[in-house]
């Protein structure tokens, strides 16, 4: 064989396609095995024509995920003669996966969707707009995956990188007294900003948690050039047995 080829036994060939189409290519990526040739012909990043021997489109390629073997090569600017699809991968993806063993969200926290404007460019029924919804309000996938159709819509999305565990930021920050308010801690405005566009929302109270393993919640607000500090009133710092200068660990809750 004249072309230079690579193993798919060292790609995950989805991701080799996503990175292809995200890249904008046009041309055809071909996977040579003994059972017959796979060709997807991409353009302008979107997918015009899948083909393996007479499958065609969503059985082609389920096809070869349930057997990704072989050796592949892409041959940029190629275009199909006479196409007969033009779908963006995510559209492709999400209907071949249904074809593939069942599958199961690697986590069951919160996510949160990566990548809004892939998400916003598909098409779904009222139902999965309605999943959507609740994983940006932060419900757990374990909740969201006591339904089988639901848990296997969350899958998909894990497996085409649109959704990932929410992760809260932490700050180290140090214990400083003030008599400026009352019953409400302050912490940096860049801080809560940040929390906040984690969150998608802004975070009302705080886990403040102090070298010896205790954790106290406690309510929050924004001030502005605080830095590290975590500037704590009398009351609640009489409350919680805190002490000035101390380091402690803050994430929002």
């Known amino acids: 064989m004249s072309k230079s080829t690579s193993s798919l ?15 904008g290519k046009t041309g055809v990526l071909a996977v040579y095995r003994p059972d017959g040739l796979f060709q ?3 353009q302008g990043g979107r997918v015009r024509q899948i083909e ?3 499958l065609r489109g969503t059985e082609a390629t389920i096809k070869l995920l349930l057997d990704p073997r072989g050796r592949f090569h892409f041959e940029d600017g190629l275009t199909h003669p006479a196409p007969q699809m033009d779908a963006n991968l995510d559209e492709v993806a999400f209907e071949v996966l249904d074809g593939l063993p069942e599958q199961v969200p690697p986590f069951d926290g919160p996510a949160r969707i990566t990548a809004p404007e892939r998400v916003a460019a598909m ?15 932060q419900r757990p996938l374990s909740d969201l995956s006591r339904d089988p159709g639901i848990r296997r819509m969350l899958a998909k999305l894990v497996r085409m990188r649109l959704l990932s565990p929410r992760k809260s930021r932490v700050a180290r920050l ?3 007294v003030t008599r400026t308010v009352r019953g ?5 405005e860049l801080i809560l900003r940040r929390w906040k566009e984690d969150l998608v929302r802004p975070p009302q109270h705080i886990a403040v948690r102090d070298e010896a393993g205790n954790v106290y919640t406690l309510p929050v607000r924004s001030g502005p050039d605080l830095g590290a500090q975590l500037l704590i009133p009398t ?7 805190l002490r ?5 660990l803050v994430r929002p809750v």
């Open 174 to 176: 140090s214990v400083t």
């Open 123 to 137: 098409r779904w029924t009222l139902q999965e707009q309605d999943v959507l919804r609740q994983i940006e309000a």
């Open 9 to 23: 036994e060292t790609f995950d060939f989805l991701e080799l396609l996503y990175m292809l189409s995200g890249s």
């Open 235 to 241: 009351d609640l710092l009489m409350r919680t047995g």
């Open 184 to 188: 409400v801690v302050v912490i940096d």
């Open 52 to 54: 393996f021997g007479e």
């Open 244 to 248: 000035a200068g101390d380091s402690v």
């Open 40 to 42: 997807c012909w991409l």
